[in-house]
Every structure is written in structure tokens, then in C-alpha cells.
């Protein structure tokens, strides 16, 4: 089994992928729903969260934790990496590298959250691939919960504003590729797209589930359906765990995903971890 979390809906933008990578895997994801966002926390907090969250789905024996959340993986790893005895997978990396391999004039645009922006961890990433590379960065702490409060469509005029207000910089430096940082941004990925045309987009939480998949496959633990009782359906279980409301994240999840999620998600209390 695999964990996967984020601070809410981000992480499905992960799950999207590793499902369509990885189909033989079970999953379990755990959405913070009742703490999101984290990218406008201090890195104490976010560090006592994310331990919370890998320690839940701990009690799930995963082979691997994949941290679908750009504002942990850039702010928290160091920290939490060595608590447990399993790899995590955190989203800064494979974003990094893919946008290294799609850039053509070498100026990439990162944005993400407050946290992470103010970690320097994409740039970081992305100057020990290249120190050629011209990185502009830019914070959006209005994004988040913009998705979470549903505003994803791609009229949504509020939406289109925020982008307006946040992607200027980014226009103005002649980005060619923009690493969308936040799990959370895919989500509003056409509204981003319209706003700044011609740039290629690199989706943080679909690049994680590729390392994922790289990762499992050099330990060799990925799932496969060589069993011979195993028939068509044999795909992976997955189950959702949220620390609020679940009638919300199922009607968003089940719209993302184009899934039934009805009986899939559960609450839990994660103060307890
Ligand atoms: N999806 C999370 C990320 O990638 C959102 C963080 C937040 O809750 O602010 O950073």
C-alpha cells in the first residue's frame, strides 16, 4: 500500500497520475482537510502537521509515503524524512527535472505558497540542475482557497484575477515553463494556462507520481497483476481519510477525479497522532 497526503484537495492531483501509472497499487490518501491551508504556516507547525499525517497513514504498513504537499516537501522533509522506516516521496524533485528537460530559453517561473516560496527549494533544485537557469519566483497565497472553495472553473472571474495579479512577474520575465509548485495549482491549471499562453505548465503532483514509480521500481516493490488469480479488475483499492467534513472533499474529489466516491471517505482525528 502506498500513503499519499496533502493539506486537502492538492494531492489528488498525484493520485490522478500514480492511478494511471501505477493501477495495481492500493492507496490510501489523507487529506488535512480541517488544518489546509499549511502554506501560510510557520515551519514548526507545518513540521508537527506532516509528522501527524505520515504517522496515520503509518498505521497502514505503506511501503512508501509519497508528500503530495509542495509546502511540506519544501519546508518539512529534512525533518520528518528520518522519523519513519519507510522512503517519502516529496514533489520538489521530479517537478524540478521535468521542468529542466521542457524549458528551451532557460527562464522558468516557480510558484507555489507563501512556505514554499520563502524556502528557495525549487530554486535550489533547479541551479544544481543548471546555474544557467534565470528562476523567478513568485508566491500565491490566494490559490488555495480559491480551490478549496471551489472557484476552479475556468470563468471564474475571481480566479481569473488572482492569476491576473500573481502571474504579471512571471509574464514580464519571458518564462517559458512555469513549475505550478502547489498540489493545489493543477486544479486551476486552465485559468493559469489562459493567463500566461504559450508557457508550458509543469504539474508538481503528476511529476511526484512518476518518482514514485521510480522509486518503487529500483527498490522493486511495485505492484503488479502477475498474479494468475488475478483478473481484469484486480486493480488497487484506494480510500480516502479527511480531518473534516467529508460530504465537501467527496463532492470535489468525485468531480477531480471523476470517480464515485460514495463509502470511499472517512474522517479521522488526526490531533490524536
Ligand atoms: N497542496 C499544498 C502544497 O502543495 C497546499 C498547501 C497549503 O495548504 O497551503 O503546498
Known sequence: MIGIFDSGLGGLTAVKEIRRLLPYEDLVYFGDTGRVPYGTRSKETIIKYAAQDVRFLAEFSPKAVLVACGTVSSTAMEEIRDLFDFPLIGVVEGAAEAAAKQTVNGKIGVIGTSATIKSGAYTKKLKEISSQFVITERACPLFVPLVENGFVGVDD????????????????????????????????????????????????????????????????????????????????????????????????????????????????????Y
Open 157 to 272: 472571474s475571481i480566479t481569473r484575477l488572482a492569476c491576473e495579479h500573481y502571474l504579471a512577474d512571471l509574464r514580464a520575465a519571458g518564462c517559458d515553463t512555469l513549475i505550478l509548485g502547489c498540489t493545489h495549482y493543477p486544479l486551476i491549471a486552465k485559468t493559469i494556462a489562459k493567463t500566461l499562453p504559450d508557457v508550458k505548465l509543469i504539474s508538481s503532483g503528476a511529476e511526484s507520481a512518476r518518482k514514485l514509480q521510480e522509486k518503487l521500481s529500483t527498490l522493486g516493490k511495485l505492484a503488479d497483476n502477475s498474479n494468475s488469480s488475478c483478473s481484469s479488475n484486480c486493480y488497487g483499492k484506494i480510500s480516502y481519510y479527511v480531518s473534516d467534513d467529508i460530504e465537501s472533499f467527496s463532492q470535489s474529489a468525485s468531480l477531480y477525479l471523476g470517480a464515485d466516491m460514495d463509502g470511499k471517505v472517512h474522517r479521522v482525528d488526526i490531533e490524536k
